[in-house]
């Protein structure tokens, strides 16, 4: 077997590469098994799934858990019926960037209370409404002025977690 | 074939550096563990905050006075309580901040604006009054000791201890006091001047005041709301109400406030401390009672009037609002919830909700803070004009009647004038009184101050010549 040049020309592990090359191991290792380890005490995996629970793991949505037990939605949709688009993707996406803006907030603990939906996100739940609803909502969504989408939770606050 | 050259040349960096190779490896995992290990404390903290609503670190007994043995236990709860120092306004309330020299007799170096020199039209309403001497605006929780400890109307009127049973910490002197009866304590209390009697008390409301020592639960600890509550009951057909047995744990967190924050009067020479609940918690059932127990706090100077001083009437006039009516709870506003880490606390810095709207009001109401503030102080402003109309003519009639009086007008007509004097400056003095500026109940706050014009009015009418009587 003849060997390629540039494996050959490779010099011998000195003394200094080896600790090197251990310490590497090392810091990836720990690296990696410290990373493991929050994930699973974060119950990381819980939240990609679609378990209501998941969402009050950082007490920030406990209220909105409470009241979604009492609405009149929590037996046919849980939260990210409502709260993530429709599309394998599209809702994957959504959880990542939910999931990343939400713990920064929570770690840094900076953000407005009560917290507020963002406009993306309310767009999102108007969408929601309508994977269910739009066949009764269709009559009226065609009165509604062109450029203006008409918004179901501005008069039904409550349907997904009452107050 | 791209490839090939890519690894070779990152060999060829190997091969020229191959200790910073390694060197920047290590730095990048480390810098993972660094943020793995941030996070990873960061949620252990967290979650050891949501298990572990408190450390008991002193035991809390039913004679732990002082609030900062408490606050041991619950540090973040008793930080707020300490912050009711502050002196903020806002359009229509809330204290400023004045200084003054302190002198042996009131060693203050800090007051609040004296209310009577900013509307001259109080001593009008008020002469021969205490209050006619000196009232300032009201300040926080923690200043209410000393503010009734040093007012000049401690000098211009002799008080009683009774002003204690709202001015100090009293759960724990009363029972003290009485032996461990909390009725016998209040009532001996009751009888002693203020002097002897602020003696045996020690810190502005405190803990104890509100909250059960072991359970934390609310609790009822002034006798005054304790018989109110019983008499306002009775009256509505429910019999032994108790409550500290009775009260649902929402009513609590109205009624804790309710201890206070109401319309009382010193019955007898005992001076018994009373709220006239009996036939409810209106401004004509309040003073109906008065009128039939022939209950006066003091003679008008320039009228001879037997006048009534209303005192901050918050509970009742919460009462007749569309907020009780929902029934959010004085601390849903004054005290709501907020979150501390993972926890979940009540605020403790009792104070305006204009000055903490996103807790106080956008938990309910999702309007942005700005258009809050001004659907509040459009209800506030609104008052306050209504107030000024009726203050003015009160004071225009009592101006009237001073005349009439010295005029020699007949004795009737005097009398049936002082009667609406009455009527008239009770009215006002219950809006004027109420720490609202009419918020608590905006269309009943208007309802009185517009019968207070009515009042003042009748009364000018009744005292012209030719009709004896306008009734």
Same mark, same amino acid.
């Given at each position: 077997m003849k060997t390629k040049p540039s494996e050959r020309s490779v010099k011998p592990p000195t003394r200094l590469?080896?600790? !090197?090359?251990?310490?590497?191991? %090392?810091? %990836?290792?720990?690296?990696?098994?410290? #990373?493991?380890?929050?994930? #699973?005490?974060?119950?990381?995996?819980?939240? !990609?799934?679609?378990?209501?629970?998941? +969402?009050?793991? @950082?007490?920030?949505?406990?209220?909105?858990?409470?009241?979604?037990?009492?609405?009149?939605?929590?037996?046919?949709?849980? +939260?990210?019926? +409502?709260?993530?688009?429709? #599309?394998?993707?599209?809702?994957?996406?959504?959880?990542?960037?939910?999931?990343?803006?939400?713990? !920064?907030?929570?770690?840094?603990?900076?953000?407005?209370?009560?917290?507020?939906?963002?406009?993306?996100? &309310? &767009?999102?739940?108007?969408?929601? @409404?309508?994977?269910?609803?739009?066949?009764?909502?269709?009559?009226?969504?065609?009165?509604?002025?062109?450029?203006?989408? %008409?918004? @179901?939770?501005? @008069?039904?606050?409550?349907?997904?977690?009452?107050? | 074939m791209n490839n090939l050259a890519f690894k070779e040349r990152l060999l060829n960096f190997y091969r020229s550096r191959p200790i910073a190779v390694f060197v920047v490896l290590i730095l990048i995992a480390t810098a993972g563990i660094a943020v793995a290990t941030i996070l990873l404390v960061s949620i252990f903290e967290r979650k050891q905050e949501? $298990?572990?609503?408190?450390? $008991?670190?002193?035991?809390?007994?039913?004679?732990?006075?002082?609030?900062?043995?408490?606050?041991?236990?619950?540090?973040?709860? =008793?930080?707020? =309580?300490?912050?009711?120092?502050?002196?903020? $306004?806002?359009? =229509?309330?809330?204290?400023?901040?004045?200084?003054?020299?302190?002198?042996?007799?009131?060693?203050?170096?800090?007051?609040?604006?004296?209310?009577?020199?900013?509307?001259?039209r109080l001593k009008t309403m008020w002469a021969g009054y205490a209050f006619a001497k000196d009232f300032r605006e009201e300040r926080g929780h923690a200043f209410m000791l000393d503010d009734q400890t040093y007012t000049e109307r401690q000098q211009a009127a002799k008080q009683p201890g009774t002003c204690l049973h709202c001015h100090a910490s009293i759960a724990v002197p009363y029972k003290k006091a009485g032996d461990g009866d909390l009725i016998k304590g209040f009532e001996k209390l009751n009888q002693l001047p203020f002097a002897e009697a602020r003696k045996l008390v020690t810190h502005p409301v405190a803990c104890i005041d509100c909250h059960d020592p072991v359970t934390m639960q609310l609790q009822i600890s002034r006798p005054g709301f304790i018989e109110g509550m019983r008499a306002l009951k009775a009256g509505e057909g429910v019999k032994d109400y108790d409550v500290n047995r009775d009260a649902t744990r929402q009513e609590m967190r109205s009624f804790v406030c309710g201890q206070c924050h109401v319309e009382y009067y010193f019955k007898g020479p005992e001076k018994r401390l009373v709220y006239p609940w009996a036939s409810g918690l209106k401004v004509e059932q309040i003073l109906a009672l008065y009128d039939a127990a022939q209950f006066k706090d003091w003679t008008h100077a320039e009228t001879g009037a037997p006048v009534l001083k209303a005192q901050h009437p918050e509970f009742e006039l919460w009462n007749q609002g569309i907020h009780a009516r929902s029934g959010v709870a004085c601390a849903d506003c004054h005290m709501p919830y907020k979150r501390s880490g993972a926890l979940k606390i009540s605020d403790h810095h009792v104070r305006s909700p204009l000055l903490n709207i996103n807790h106080a009001c956008q938990t309910c109401h999702k309007w942005p803070e700005s258009e809050l503030k001004s659907r509040a102080e459009e209800i506030q402003g609104r008052a306050q004009n209504m107030r000024n109309l009726a203050m003015d003519a009160l004071v225009e009639f009592i101006g009237d009647l001073k005349t009439a009086r010295t005029g020699g007008a007949p004795e009737a007509q005097i009398a049936t004038a002082q009667d609406f004097q009455r009527k008239a400056q009770f009215y006002l003095d219950f809006v004027e009184a109420e720490n609202s500026s009419g918020f608590h109940a905006p269309q009943e706050a208007l309802r009185i101050l517009g019968e207070s014009i009515n009042f003042s009015r009748k009364g000018q009418l009744a005292l012209k010549p030719a009709t004896g009587a306008a009734k």
């Amino acid at each position: 077997m003849k060997t390629k040049p540039s494996e050959r020309s490779v010099k011998p592990p000195t003394r200094l590469t080896v600790i !090197l090359a251990i310490a590497v191991a %090392l810091a %990836l290792g720990s690296a990696a098994g410290i #990373g493991a380890y929050t994930f #699973g005490y974060a119950k990381g995996a819980s939240y !990609l799934g679609d378990n209501p629970a998941s +969402c009050a793991n @950082c007490h920030i949505m406990q209220d909105h858990l409470d009241a979604w037990v009492k609405s009149t939605h929590h037996a046919v949709a849980t +939260c990210n019926d +409502c709260h993530t688009p429709a #599309g394998f993707i599209p809702k994957y996406f959504t959880k990542a960037e939910h999931g990343f803006f939400h713990s !920064l907030a929570f770690t840094t603990d900076r953000f407005y209370e009560p917290i507020q939906i963002s406009e993306r996100s &309310r &767009r999102v739940t108007e969408n929601a @409404c309508r994977k269910c609803h739009e066949d009764v909502v269709h009559d009226i969504e065609t009165l509604k002025p062109s450029d203006s989408q %008409l918004s @179901c939770i501005r @008069c039904h606050a409550g349907v997904g977690h009452p107050k | 074939m791209n490839n090939l050259a890519f690894k070779e040349r990152l060999l060829n960096f190997y091969r020229s550096r191959p200790i910073a190779v390694f060197v920047v490896l290590i730095l990048i995992a480390t810098a993972g563990i660094a943020v793995a290990t941030i996070l990873l404390v960061s949620i252990f903290e967290r979650k050891q905050e949501a $298990r572990n609503p408190f450390f $008991r670190v002193v035991e809390l007994t039913a004679e732990t006075e002082d609030p900062a043995v408490w606050g041991k236990n619950f540090p973040m709860q =008793y930080d707020d =309580y300490r912050r009711t120092v502050d002196q903020q $306004r806002t359009r =229509y309330g809330g204290s400023e901040a004045e200084p003054r020299t302190p002198s042996k007799a009131d060693p203050r170096s800090v007051v609040a604006q004296s209310r009577i020199e900013e509307d001259p039209r109080l001593k009008t309403m008020w002469a021969g009054y205490a209050f006619a001497k000196d009232f300032r605006e009201e300040r926080g929780h923690a200043f209410m000791l000393d503010d009734q400890t040093y007012t000049e109307r401690q000098q211009a009127a002799k008080q009683p201890g009774t002003c204690l049973h709202c001015h100090a910490s009293i759960a724990v002197p009363y029972k003290k006091a009485g032996d461990g009866d909390l009725i016998k304590g209040f009532e001996k209390l009751n009888q002693l001047p203020f002097a002897e009697a602020r003696k045996l008390v020690t810190h502005p409301v405190a803990c104890i005041d509100c909250h059960d020592p072991v359970t934390m639960q609310l609790q009822i600890s002034r006798p005054g709301f304790i018989e109110g509550m019983r008499a306002l009951k009775a009256g509505e057909g429910v019999k032994d109400y108790d409550v500290n047995r009775d009260a649902t744990r929402q009513e609590m967190r109205s009624f804790v406030c309710g201890q206070c924050h109401v319309e009382y009067y010193f019955k007898g020479p005992e001076k018994r401390l009373v709220y006239p609940w009996a036939s409810g918690l209106k401004v004509e059932q309040i003073l109906a009672l008065y009128d039939a127990a022939q209950f006066k706090d003091w003679t008008h100077a320039e009228t001879g009037a037997p006048v009534l001083k209303a005192q901050h009437p918050e509970f009742e006039l919460w009462n007749q609002g569309i907020h009780a009516r929902s029934g959010v709870a004085c601390a849903d506003c004054h005290m709501p919830y907020k979150r501390s880490g993972a926890l979940k606390i009540s605020d403790h810095h009792v104070r305006s909700p204009l000055l903490n709207i996103n807790h106080a009001c956008q938990t309910c109401h999702k309007w942005p803070e700005s258009e809050l503030k001004s659907r509040a102080e459009e209800i506030q402003g609104r008052a306050q004009n209504m107030r000024n109309l009726a203050m003015d003519a009160l004071v225009e009639f009592i101006g009237d009647l001073k005349t009439a009086r010295t005029g020699g007008a007949p004795e009737a007509q005097i009398a049936t004038a002082q009667d609406f004097q009455r009527k008239a400056q009770f009215y006002l003095d219950f809006v004027e009184a109420e720490n609202s500026s009419g918020f608590h109940a905006p269309q009943e706050a208007l309802r009185i101050l517009g019968e207070s014009i009515n009042f003042s009015r009748k009364g000018q009418l009744a005292l012209k010549p030719a009709t004896g009587a306008a009734k």
